[in-house]
């Protein structure tokens, strides 16, 4: 059945390399953000409270976020392991060509 959407195996092969690229940016900038999320902002009064909140809501979004950085890797691995399956079915399972002569 044809359902007019194909994607070539050399393309599917680059965009799971940009997804694993993607993935090692991502992370990248989340440790930038790690170096910065327990930053003071220099008080010693009843700002402290509201720091230390603030330090912890970014703890836990940082936690989240590096999660996701590894989905997306996988992400990028899993699309370059289909794509090698379907080469080594595509080859394992080639139909002969139909004999012209009969």
Request: aromatic residues 6%.
């Amino acid at each position: 059945m044809d359902s007019g959407f194909e994607i070539t195996k050399d393309v599917l092969d680059r965009q799971a390399s940009r997804m694993r690229i993607h993935s090692e940016e991502y992370e990248a900038a989340l440790a930038r953000l790690r170096q910065r999320a327990g930053a003071s902002w220099g008080d010693d009064g009843i700002f402290v409270v509201i720091n230390q909140a603030w330090v912890d809501c970014c703890h836990t979004t940082l936690a989240a976020k590096g999660a996701l950085s590894g989905v997306i890797g996988d992400t990028g691995t899993g699309m370059a392991v289909a794509n090698r399956n379907v080469r080594e079915a595509d080859g394992t399972f080639a139909l002969p060509e139909a004999d012209r002569w009969a």
